[in-house]
């Protein structure tokens, strides 16, 4: 009984808890969102879509300065000092309103070279015209997410995210069902704008929100300075992943079909939803506690209590994804997605290891191991493209997941050297 009401008072319990019912909401939208756009626009389409995606996850986070992490840290480090904490939100609206000023900028003004190096035509250089008039919007909104977290307003961060889950999806289906490819894309690059003007709604009378101090604070140049530390991590990190993804589907497409393009889109995607209530507690929980540990023996402390709560989690998402993969598949996806089923397994060792070497690797982000954390980014993506490559040649489409496995099982094994002082020394 002692456990259990020990259990019931934790902290991580608790913003799980939150989290979880977020996630539920999320990954239920993400499901139906994944089956009409399977049934409506077929691996091809998907494959098309996978392709924006990418590329509006590198400039929606270019369009913030790439600072939500920092936001994030010291929101949540200066918890105690208002003064501190407003200060450094001014700071954070004026990198917010000029970086996503010159990516509006750059995306309107490209978007046939855009449309071109994506799709391979002009085609489409309407709706990186419509994004590039939207994208302030998402940073602002980014923004003031990441204000949230840091002050550890759990409730209020999931209500949003959760509208924002329903929201998308009702605006999103409505497009896809009447104008099919053309619809998916546009609602790809727009719904962030009704998503802004709801949390506007929402967050005008919050009593932590306190417009008036935010706005006579005198910014110190020191903010930049911090801020600008965290920036170049998620700058890395927002271009690798994506970038790696792009080239990979450039890479399937040539050499196998679009159907492959297809198919790793797909697996992808159901890892995403199945993986969020994981990485949702890492950007809720941990890191704004990792962010205020003192000393090797928090950290640890934190990191072990992380793998006993997660990793068990994780290990039972994985085998039930797995034993109901068929199942999965024809009722996330459609039957056209079938031969999606044997690219499960290595994609879901290669999770395994990806959330294992998560628990590690988040603390480069928040003690602000900016060159560890560069070096590490560009040099394991790198190492996916080759992989991928050599893979590919050798397996077919499949060799694009097997190349994931190996690479996460690599990083992995990469952290526990980098930080085996932590993790193995007991006088940390």
């Not at 978007?111 to 071109?116: N, P």
Request: aromatic letters at 14%; charged letters at 10%.
């Amino acid at each position: 009984m002692g456990i259990i009401k020990k259990l019931k008072s934790a902290e991580i319990v608790q913003v799980s808890f939150y989290s979880g019912i977020s996630t539920v909401i999320k990954i239920i939208t993400s499901f139906v969102s994944a089956k009409v756009i399977a049934i409506y626009l077929g691996p091809t389409g998907l494959g098309m879509l996978g392709q924006l995606t990418s590329f509006i996850a590198i400039f929606l986070t270019l369009s913030t300065g790439a600072i939500t992490t920092g936001v994030i840290k010291f929101v949540s480090e200066y918890k105690n000092e208002e003064e501190l904490q407003h200060r450094l939100i001014k700071s954070a609206l004026h990198i917010t309103l000029l970086c996503s000023l010159v990516c509006a900028l750059v995306i309107a003004f490209g978007s046939v070279y855009w449309s071109k190096i994506l799709f391979g035509n002009s085609s489409y250089a309407y709706v990186f015209v419509i994004l590039g008039i939207t994208v302030v919007f998402y940073a602002i909104f980014s923004l003031a997410i990441s204000v949230l977290n840091g002050m550890q307003q759990y409730k209020l961060f999931n209500i949003i995210n959760v509208l924002a889950s329903i929201v998308g999806l009702i605006f999103s289906l409505t497009m896809v069902m009447l104008y099919g490819i053309k619809g998916a894309l546009i609602s790809a690059v727009t719904y962030q704008s009704v998503v802004f003007i709801m949390m506007l709604f929402f967050i005008r009378n919050a009593d932590w929100f306190q417009w008036d101090k935010i706005k006579s604070a005198v910014i110190n140049r020191n903010d930049y300075i911090k801020l600008s530390k965290f920036s170049l991590m998620a700058l890395v990190s927002a271009a690798a992943v994506p970038l790696v993804q792009i080239i990979i589907r450039k890479y399937l497409a040539l050499k196998v079909s679009p159907e492959s393009v297809g198919f790793y889109e797909g697996v992808n995607r159901l890892s995403l939803i199945y993986l969020s209530l994981i990485t949702t507690t890492f950007s809720v929980y941990y890191l704004p506690k990792l962010s205020a540990s003192k000393n090797n023996y928090e950290l640890k402390s934190l990191i072990f209590k992380g793998y006993t709560f997660i990793l068990p989690i994780t290990t039972l998402i994985l085998l039930a994804t797995y034993f109901l993969r068929n199942i999965v598949i024809t009722v996330v996806f459609a039957d056209s997605f079938m031969p999606m089923e044997a690219y499960f397994l290595p994609q879901l060792i290669g999770d395994f290891f990806k959330i294992a070497s998560w628990l590690l690797a988040m603390q480069m982000i928040a003690k602000a191991q900016t060159k560890l954390f560069i070096v590490t980014e560009i040099l394991f993506g790198l190492l996916l493209i080759v992989l991928t490559y050599v893979l590919v040649n050798n397996f077919q489409g499949i060799g694009s997941i097997y190349a994931y496995a190996i690479n996460y099982f690599i990083y992995f094994v990469a952290m526990v050297v980098i930080f085996k002082k932590i993790v193995f020394n007991d006088r940390v």
